[in-house]
């Protein structure tokens, strides 16, 4: 009889707890975010020029290689793996947060330590949605405008001017809101609860969908909010992720203490 017992339970372990959050909650967590951003800037900075010249570089190729059609698609499928890139900046909130000073060695051997374990794991998640969106995306494109898809100069006209090209920006826009919507379900407390607690990753992100279904207004709410700053952001070249990603991060963290009990 012990002997099932020890067998079964580790089997039933306890999920973590969600708490239900509002509007005043993510205004909460976006001030403190803020507040985490102007305290240790030169974090912020560092993380958010990678992400920035990250896009700068995809982008680059794009137009290297005469694929201008990619331009927007790979400019929204880029935010995808946002919360990977802000692992650094859940680390300083989390140091922050217990009254701890981050140093550049702190955080990233917090990073280099947790990356051997689950949030390899996470990030692997992400990069394949990222992954799956271009495939979509590829797709679309080859079964409205043919397996040559659309000469470069042309797509303009041919994207808003044809019943071809106003099918697949409607198709398009419904099929990326269903994966950002998924993406952001799986991921939006997933990696700062690795980074905080012993969990797998199928834990975290189950975590993270029922944070979101417990709270569906909110979340929704925060989705919006993340969408709106990072276009804003990215319209200059993608230089306003210097200062968003951070405090977009930053609020995550914040976010994640107030859904996870």
């Known amino acids: 009889m012990s002997e099932d017992i020890r067998t079964t339970a580790p089997m039933l372990r306890k999920e973590p707890a969600i708490r239900r959050i509002g509007r005043s909650d993510i205004v909460d967590a976006l001030s403190a975010g803020l507040r985490d951003f102007q305290a240790y800037p030169a974090f912020g900075v560092f993380f958010g020029s990678v992400y920035?010249?990250?896009?700068?570089?995809?982008?680059a190729c794009a137009f290297l290689w005469d694929l201008l059609y990619l331009v927007y698609p790979l400019a929204a499928g880029f935010v995808l793996i946002g919360p990977f890139v802000a692992v650094g900046l859940y680390e300083v909130s989390r140091l922050r947060e217990q009254g701890r000073v981050p140093t550049l060695?702190?955080?990233?051997?917090?990073?280099?330590?947790?990356?051997?374990?689950?949030?390899?794991w996470m990030a692997f998640v992400t990069i394949f949605l990222f992954i799956i969106w271009m495939y979509q995306v590829r797709l679309l494109i080859a079964l409205f405008f043919g397996l040559h898809g659309m000469p470069a100069g042309a797509f303009p006209g041919v994207l808003f001017t044809t019943p071809e090209g106003l099918a697949f920006l409607t198709v398009g826009h419904v099929i990326g809101a269903v994966l950002a919507t998924v993406t952001f379900s799986l991921t939006v407390v997933s990696f700062p609860l690795l980074l905080d607690r012993e969990v797998d990753f199928i834990t975290a992100m189950i975590t993270s969908v029922r944070a979101v279904v417990s709270n569906p207004a909110a979340m929704l709410g925060w989705a919006l909010c993340i969408v709106l700053?990072?276009?804003?952001?990215?319209?200059?070249?993608?230089?306003?992720?210097?200062?968003?990603?951070p405090v977009l991060g930053h609020t995550t963290w914040h976010l994640y203490l107030k859904l996870v009990a």
């Open 52 to 59: 920035s010249l990250g896009g700068v570089a995809i982008l």
């Open 105 to 120: 060695s702190g955080v990233f051997g917090a990073i280099w330590t947790q990356g051997a374990k689950e949030i390899s």
């Open 229 to 245: 700053m990072l276009f804003t952001a990215a319209l200059p070249a993608f230089l306003g992720l210097v200062v968003v990603l």
